[in-house]
């Protein structure tokens, strides 16, 4: 008895192929526009809710008490601190649709200049955290989902839980105390030595390095998620009938995790993998700050104790821009996919 398939190609009749729904990446997209205009709404509004701003911190030094009230109010003028709270976001929002990220007082250094600086060391620990955890996350996942309720099921799916009760934060203050305090094997602050190599083979091995310890932090955050996610897809996969058969033809090992789960995973992975940049971006915050790593968490930490609404701004909207592309570029990825079957 001939398939569908062979019905159509023995009668020559063309086969359909899936056409990728435009318009639903069309209001995806549109959607992530206003939610990207809202959040720099936010990002002006909020911070200047709190007590204190830009100008409260330089003058809070010995040096700046001596100027006068006239002179305070002409600087908070400059800075364009000075007028009611719609005046102050709208100038912040006139600003940034011309593309102009501001200047930070305190770090001497346009905004563009910092977030170019720091915007790299970032994107290395997500770059190297990625393949941790993707690779990892299937394999266990894998591994469990594929004989539900057997031993290595119980004891990975065990492993896991007792891994996700631990917060990001914690994770890499036991990672900081293990490999750099009591097993000193690792660097465990900054991104570079004191003293850089004199060969860029060599400097490249030193911030390989540096990056390791944060990018681990990184990677477990997210190992987890990924997970109990294809840990409960491999388990359905496992009681499909093409699966059952596979079985049943000898079929094992690494061709099944292959053929017959990773490749039914690829949808799953990428329709993930857009809310794993978001997460990795905003654990990178706390990493960071615990590894003394140059990137943009550590930088916009700093900035919100500074009050520095401009890096602050920048930062945010640099961030939320490449969050937001990525995450649409990925669900247009998943469509591909999912049509494809």
């Known amino acids: 008895m001939l398939g569908p398939t062979q019905i159509s190609q023995q009668s020559g009749a063309p086969t359909a192929h899936p056409v990728v729904n435009r318009f639903v990446l069309l209001r995806s997209l ?3 526009v206003v939610v990207f205009v809202v959040l720099l709404v936010l990002m002006s509004l909020l911070p200047r809710l709190l007590p204190g701003d830009t100008l409260d911190v330089l003058l809070d030094s010995n040096v700046q008490r001596g100027l006068q009230n006239s002179e305070i109010d002409d600087l908070r003028d400059r800075l364009g601190l000075a007028g009611s709270l719609v005046e102050q976001v709208g100038r ?13 007082l305190l770090h001497g250094a346009p905004v563009s200049h910092l977030l170019a600086d720091a915007l790299p060391w970032t994107a290395l620990l997500i770059a190297l955290a990625t393949p941790i955890f993707l690779g990892v ?3 266990l996942a894998a591994e469990a989902g594929r004989q539900p309720g057997a031993r290595a ?8 839980s007792l891994l996700a009760s631990i917060p990001p934060f914690i994770t890499a203050v036991l990672l900081f105390l293990c490999f750099g305090i009591l097993w000193p094997v690792l ?9 850089p190599a004199a060969t860029p083979l060599l400097r490249a091995q030193e911030i390989l390095r540096h990056a390791l310890l944060p990018s681990l932090a990184l990677a477990l955050h997210e190992v987890v998620r990924y997970f109990f996610v294809l840990r409960g897809e491999v388990a359905v996969l496992a009681s499909r009938a093409f699966v059952l058969n596979g079985r049943s033809r000898g079929i094992s090992g690494w061709r099944e995790r292959r053929d017959y789960f990773g490749r039914n995973l690829l949808a799953v992975i990428c329709a993930r993998l857009g809310q ?5 971006f905003t654990a990178s915050l706390f990493v960071e700050v615990i590894f003394s790593y ?9 900035a919100v104790l500074d009050r520095d609404y401009p890096l602050l701004q920048g930062a945010i909207a640099v961030l939320a821009l490449l969050v937001l592309g990525l995450t649409w570029l990925l669900d247009a990825l998943t469509e591909i996919l999912t049509q494809r079957g």
């Open 153 to 160: 099921d119980r004891v990975i799916t065990t492993s896991m």
């Open 137 to 139: 996350g299937v394999t």
């Open 294 to 302: 140059p990137g943009v968490g550590g930088l916009t930490y700093h």
């Open 187 to 195: 660097p465990t602050g900054g991104a570079e030595p004191l003293f």
């Open 30 to 32: 549109m959607q992530r």
């Open 276 to 280: 794993s940049v978001a997460s990795l």
């Open 92 to 104: 912040d929002l006139a600003r940034l649709a011309h593309g102009d990220l501001g200047y930070s």
